[in-house]
């Protein structure tokens, strides 16, 4: 399937899906396979969390059976689990399962514009393979887990070029690079507490502008001596917004994709994810701190293992406000492109 720029091709939707061609459909995907179950590389953190153990597969399928169990009762009883399937299902990171079904739903959504691209498999695919194999290797010996992503990306990207072509990639390069979205950055943590200071500081200014006095202690919100009415409100690590900035992040590059065509809308709708997760978690922030004051600490909080109905409603909110967030600056966004489109023609 492989040809030089200057052989004949023929469109995806007339190839002639033969022995040989489906051999080398099934190489490629048993080489993915086997790859991705072979990654036993990450970080000494993780090894020590997931017993010296830890498969970059566990995102979908995993290891096989045992893995996929550990998603399915994860899920449930959010237990962790002896792999990376068990952090995505353990954690807040439970979005990453659904990025391979959606890469699917996005394959089936080119599918009318890749059937008429000419397949002619470049054998400059070879050397993006090489690279991220060899990647792959450094990654292994430095003991690195973000590099084993890279790395995959690139065998990814290789293999398309080599089986499909550029032509095909181009088409494909969104899809593509959503499988970014399929790993837990546990990084992203390191920041959170920063994060935790803004957020608090912000609580403490909106609290402030609504008419509800209380005193900035760190990362915590409390009442002022005297008050009627005593409260105590930590911002922790969920309440930072980084968890459901990954989510929003994901969900606004995918809605920029789908609806919209022109590259500086899709780029206001991506960048829109950080400050309305901010104002999400302002809106969460007041929500206990007013049910605090009203219904008290035990309704509106709860115990840190086992917080109240009414906490992790809060929690939703964020994302209603959120996902109407996005909606809203959509239809913005579509008023203005017609609006400027009718008076073009004025």
């Known amino acids: 399937m492989t040809s030089s720029p200057t052989q004949s091709a023929v469109r995806l939707k007339d190839l002639a899906w033969n022995g040989r061609n489906l051999f080398a459909l099934a190489a490629a995907v048993l080489a993915c396979w086997l790859l991705l179950g072979t990654v036993l590389y990450c970080d000494t953190s993780y090894r020590n969390t997931f017993n010296g153990r830890c498969t970059l597969t566990g995102l979908f399928l995993s290891t096989f059976w045992n893995d996929l169990k550990d998603q399915f009762t994860g899920l449930v009883s959010g237990t962790p689990a002896g792999s990376i399937a068990g952090e995505v299902t353990a954690t807040e990171w439970t979005q990453c399962i659904l990025v391979p079904p959606l890469v699917a739903f996005l394959v089936w959504w080119l599918w009318p ?7 002619r498999g470049h054998a400059s695919g070879y ?7 060899l990647l792959y290797f450094g990654g292994y010996m430095a003991e690195n887990y973000y590099v084993g992503i890279v790395s995959m990306e690139l065998v990814y990207a290789g293999l ?39 957020m608090s500081g912000l609580s ?5 502008w609504i008419g509800i006095d209380n005193v900035l202690n760190g990362t915590a919100i409390l009442s002022p001596p005297g008050a009627p009415a005593s409260f105590s409100i930590d911002i922790a690590d969920p309440c930072s917004g980084i968890r459901s900035f990954a989510a929003l992040l994901m969900i606004a590059s995918l809605y920029a994709f789908l609806s919209f065509d022109r590259l500086w809308q899709k780029i206001i709708i991506v960048l829109a994810a950080a400050p ?23 309704f509106a909080l709860g115990a840190n293992d086992h917080p109240s109905w009414f906490h992790e409603g809060a929690g939703y909110v964020v ?3 959120d996902l109407a967030g996005l909606a809203g600056l959509g239809w913005l966004l579509n008023q203005f492109t017609t609006g400027a489109a009718k008076s073009s023609r004025l």
Do not use: C, K
Not at 113 to 119: C, H, N, T, W
Not at 162 to 184: D, E, I, K, S, T
Not at 204 to 208: I, K, M, S, T, V
Not at 279 to 294: E, F, K, P, W, Y
């Open 160 to 198: 398309i070029v080599v089986f499909l072509g550029w032509a095909m990639m181009r088409l494909l390069v969104f899809p593509w690079a959503f499988l970014l979205f399929m790993w837990p950055y546990g990084f992203l943590e390191d920041i959170a507490f920063q994060l935790r200071l803004i």
């Open 204 to 208: 403490h200014d909106a609290l402030g």
């Open 319 to 321: 994302y209603f406000v």
């Open 113 to 119: 514009r890749l059937r008429e691209v000419p397949v």
């Open 276 to 298: 309305l997760v901010i104002i999400g978690n302002l809106v969460r922030i007041i929500m206990l701190t007013l049910g605090t004051i009203h219904f008290g600490s035990n």
């Open 127 to 133: 050397a993006i393979l090489g690279a991220g194999l």
